[in-house]
């Protein structure tokens, strides 16, 4: 394969981001862990008497606050694996040589996973051809009822302070709503390439 078309680079971005929305689901656990074993300690109940905010407001807080650096990165990282399978597709569909390029590999990977003949062929649907994209759907549902949790709990705290902070923090999640909002658009003018080409 000519060095032009070698996206060996784009491969290991790929593994790279993937990887990485798998560690911060840990790390996200973690986070909830450390908080919860931190609430019963002597020093979360100082801050609790002394603040005179009341500890399951903070609790709402602390859970909005990791939900959405957790929903942020792995949309990120979910955005970044998507956009280099779309630079694959553009570079290769505009190129002069793009019948050539498009024998390889990473094409046709990107061509496969989106392929309705391929899901045929496999005899699935949809929604078991992209059973391997569900692992983060259990856990986004549990950040999604937790965050709806909090919120109520944030509010009705009778804290100013931790009201505000929860307000700012739920107008803070349109980032990652704009980021799938993205993956959509990504997903969408990949197959818009890949239809291109078969009619070509």
Same mark, same amino acid.
């Given at each position: 394969?000519?060095?032009?078309? $070698?996206? +060996?680079?784009? #491969?290991?971005?790929?593994?790279?981001?993937? +990887?990485?929305?798998?560690? *911060?689901?840990?790390?996200?656990?973690?986070?909830?862990?450390?908080?919860?074993?931190?609430?019963? /300690?002597?020093?979360?109940?100082?801050?609790?008497?002394?603040?005179?905010?009341?500890?399951?407001?903070?609790?709402?807080?602390? &859970?909005?606050?990791?939900?959405?650096?957790?929903?942020?990165?792995?949309?990120?990282?979910?955005?970044?694996?998507?956009?280099?399978?779309?630079?694959?597709?553009?570079?290769? !569909?505009? !190129?002069?040589?793009?019948?050539?390029? #498009?024998?390889?590999?990473?094409?046709?990977? +990107? +061509?496969?996973? #989106?392929? $309705?003949?391929?899901?045929?062929?496999?005899?699935?649907? $949809?929604?078991?051809?992209? *059973?391997?994209?569900?692992?983060?759907?259990?856990?986004?549902?549990? *950040?999604?009822?937790?965050?709806?949790? /909090?919120?109520?709990?944030?509010?009705? !705290?009778?804290?100013?302070?931790?009201?505000?902070? !929860?307000?700012?923090?739920?107008?803070?999640?349109? &980032?990652?709503?704009? *980021?799938?909002?993205?993956?959509?658009?990504?997903? #969408?003018?990949?197959?818009?390439?890949?239809?291109? $080409?078969?009619?070509?």
């Amino acid at each position: 394969m000519p060095d032009e078309y $070698d996206f +060996e680079a784009q #491969r290991s971005e790929v593994a790279f981001f993937m +990887e990485k929305a798998f560690q *911060i689901s840990f790390v996200y656990f973690a986070g909830v862990a450390a908080f919860f074993a931190l609430s019963k /300690s002597d020093v979360m109940t100082s801050i609790v008497r002394e603040t005179g905010m009341p500890l399951a407001g903070l609790a709402a807080v602390v &859970i909005l606050l990791l939900n959405l650096v957790y929903v942020t990165l792995a949309c990120a990282c979910l955005f970044a694996v998507l956009k280099r399978g779309l630079f694959i597709l553009t570079h290769t !569909s505009k !190129s002069p040589r793009g019948r050539a390029a #498009r024998e390889s590999i990473y094409w046709k990977w +990107e +061509e496969f996973v #989106r392929s $309705d003949d391929a899901k045929g062929a496999a005899k699935m649907r $949809d929604i078991a051809w992209n *059973i391997d994209n569900y692992y983060m759907v259990p856990l986004f549902s549990v *950040i999604v009822i937790a965050s709806v949790i /909090s919120v109520v709990v944030a509010m009705m !705290s009778g804290s100013a302070v931790i009201q505000f902070v !929860s307000s700012v923090l739920i107008a803070l999640h349109v &980032i990652p709503g704009f *980021i799938l909002r993205q993956l959509v658009v990504l997903d #969408r003018q990949c197959r818009e390439i890949l239809r291109a $080409d078969q009619r070509a």
